[in-house]
């Protein structure tokens, strides 16, 4: 199956997508980074995305993400030490179309400004922020990329109402339009996606086309999977008009890019 977007001769609008490129590691075999990095970065590429948010990233994977985006620059730190241990959330802007105003990264814990683990949560989490210039709207936005705990329930919730919090403070109450995207490791009824909706809206539900894609983001490399369970968003708060939405189904020979589909929005 093959899921892909075609595009828009729109100069003014912004192609986002959120993905989580899965980690590299040696255990996922024939599935393993090596053998996919090139293809992420096709998939990125051909869907002419101005702005990125990636999950999962390891500093060598960063690295080649670099050469495979050689029209875009990336923000993001490493989630163990704040520079290159453990995973990275990174965004990656096009420079062409945008100018880099301010960013940075803060911890999902009760201690944002330095890494910690917060609530319940298994390992250290975070969530990098970049306030950007689109230099042909001249309009300024704040994109915020996320990945949060897979074990802990009482982080994800209390995720939600730090990011929210932040969003809030960023956007000076919604004068700034802000994108936030991530791997919520949360059901669209759950409880911390529900604390998100307090000040975000899901871009699924504001898009002015039918979103394209199967129902859910995570397949685990399988390519038989029933699709049905979506922990992949991107949310906006303030004013955006949403035109596109989809899940990217991309396959070859029965196999995926990555273990999560990447969720791909055009906003204006």
């Known amino acids: 199956m093959c899921f892909v977007i075609g595009l828009y001769a729109q100069n003014k609008t912004i192609n986002v997508m959120s993905f989580n490129i899965r980690m590299n590691t040696p255990n996922d075999g ?12 096709d998939v990125i590429k051909f869907n002419s995305v101005d702005i990125l948010g990636c999950q999962e990233v390891l500093v060598d994977q960063l690295h080649d993400l670099e050469k495979e985006l050689p029209h875009m620059s990336y923000v993001g730190v490493g989630r163990d030490d704040g520079k290159e241990g453990g995973e990275f959330s990174p965004i990656f ?63 994800r919730i209390e995720s939600s109402k730090l990011i929210a919090k932040k969003a809030q403070e960023f956007s000076n109450n919604g004068k700034i339009s802000v994108v936030l995207m991530g791997d919520l490791n949360s059901s669209p009824n759950s409880t911390a996606v529900m604390e998100l909706q307090n000040v975000f809206q899901d871009t699924k539900t504001l898009s002015l ?8 983001t995570f397949q685990a490399f399988d390519y038989n999977a029933e699709l049905k369970e979506q922990i992949d968003f991107i949310m906006t708060y303030g004013y955006f008009k949403v035109l596109r939405y989809a899940h990217i189904a991309e396959a ?4 995926f890019p990555s273990d999560h589909l990447p969720v791909f929005v055009e906003i204006q």
């Open 30 to 41: 024939e599935n393993a980074w090596p053998n996919r990095k090139q293809w992420v970065g």
């Open 93 to 155: 802007y096009n420079t062409k179309e945008f100018k880099l105003i301010d960013s940075g990264t803060f911890w999902l814990s009760k201690n944002p400004e330095e890494p910690s683990k917060g609530w319940d949560a298994a390992l250290p989490r975070i969530c990098t922020w970049i306030k950007v210039k689109h230099k042909h709207s001249k309009r300024t936005m704040i994109v915020m990329n996320t990945h949060y705990d897979h074990m802990g329930d009482e982080a």
């Open 209 to 216: 086309t039918n979103p394209l894609g199967p129902a859910g």
């Open 252 to 255: 070859r020979d029965k196999k």
